[in-house]
């Protein structure tokens, strides 16, 4: 079966052609995924930050929020935000659909980064935080100047894989009806009987979000990456 690509200029009746709509497409799809993961990272770092407190009653709070958030299916956590809680809380009708599907992408992933920091703050020497307390430093001074910059040093590669993870998981979104690129891709292979060229180009812009996500955050952890503490050099002969 011979490839046509010629439909993706075709104008769709609104003066826009599928080749547009796939771009807004990606632009929505781009749109949840970021700001997902940047609310999935504030709370998953604060969460994560909990579960280590000598506090009980911290610990209890962070432990509480990530399993009950990591244990619900995204589909069902979406389907939540979307119907249930405006119907609960009149003030959230206001949302947009995009914003609570932010929300529940968000607060989803934010279960796993929070074991992600619990887990890099757990990994760094205890001597990191007696001597932050030795130079008077508060405990939250401590986690601010001291924990927190070098355990996101540790936790960088996992990190590296959810934000990769967090586009991925984006497609759900599809079922509350946000115009993304799953969606899209139902939507034209419908309209144009063309699967197979449908399906190639939406995985090809996958392919290069992840992609590009890989090289930031690569290009990250080798800026941020102290010689000697995290990486290659621990293991080198040096």
Partial sequence: MALNWEFFTEDIGDGTTYLDWMLTAWGWTAAVSGLSLLVALAIGAL?????????????WVGTAWTELFRNIPLLVQIFVWYHVI??????????PGFV???FGLGFFTSARISEQVRSGIQALPRGQGMAGKALGLTTAQTYRYVILPMAFRIILPPLTSESMGIVKNSAAAFAVSI?????????????TSRPIEVYL????????????IYFVMSFIERRVRIPGFVGPAMSGGH
């Fill in 86 to 95: 405006p119907a609960l809380i009149p003030a959230m009708r206001a949302l």
């Fill in 201 to 212: 180009a939406v995985t090809g812009l996958y392919v290069v979000t992840a992609g590009a």
């Fill in 100 to 102: 609570l599907v932010v």
């Fill in 47 to 59: 969460v994560g930050t909990l579960r280590t407190l000598p506090s009980k009653p911290a610990q």
């Fill in 179 to 191: 115009s993304e690129l799953t969606m899209f891709s139902m939507q034209a292979t419908e309209e």
